[in-house]
């Protein structure tokens, strides 16, 4: 025999009141504290965004002036000339007053910019300044690879001393 299912009757559920459902949490913070933390660690974030952007904005030459000099072909006749352009254009950002410095100068401003290791005033560096001016100086592939390497090297390293100098507080008027 089966019994057959049936719902409750009204008798068993009048007793019954439909629960309530609670007011929802805030996820906001209630004391003033956490707020503050909150404002401080967001001022915090938006400021070393600003500065991350400000280092990348200020050094977008160096990545240019790399990329350049990634591309040069070492067997290219004009190998030397395009480097000398491109360490060139990048003295003459740092330093408009750069532009009229050619030969040993030229090295000497290199070398005072770079972290000393590596130094242009020498023997392959007065061979480069050479082979712009004669014709019949001619670097061989090792020495082309030598100098891009440098050249390379100091283009990662350089430092600006315009800015050093004011960051030292010379330079200043007051």
């Known amino acids: 025999m089966s019994i057959e299912h049936s719902p ?5 559920l009048r007793d019954l009141h439909d629960v309530t459902v609670p007011d929802s949490v805030s996820w906001m913070p209630q004391t003033i504290g956490w707020k503050i933390l909150t404002l401080g660690l967001l001022i915090l974030a938006v400021f070393l965004v600003y500065r991350r952007l400000q280092t990348w904005w200020q050094n977008r030459y160096r990545t240019e002036a ?10 290219d006749q004009s190998f030397e000339d395009s480097l000398y352009s491109i360490v060139k254009i990048v003295l003459v950002y740092l330093d408009p007053a750069n532009g009229k410095l050619f030969g040993a100068s030229l090295l000497r401003q290199i070398d005072c910019l770079g972290d000393g290791k590596d130094t242009f005033d020498g023997v392959l560096g007065q061979k480069w300044t050479q082979s712009l001016v004669d014709p019949a100086t001619v670097l061989n592939t090792d020495e082309r690879a030598s100098l891009q390497q440098k050249v390379l090297n100091w283009m990662m390293v350089h430092q600006n001393q315009k800015k050093l100098r004011i960051s030292k507080g010379e330079g200043r008027h007051g």
């Open 66 to 75: 790399i990329a350049a000099i990634n591309n040069l072909n070492l067997n």
């Open 8 to 12: 409750p009757s009204t008798y068993i």
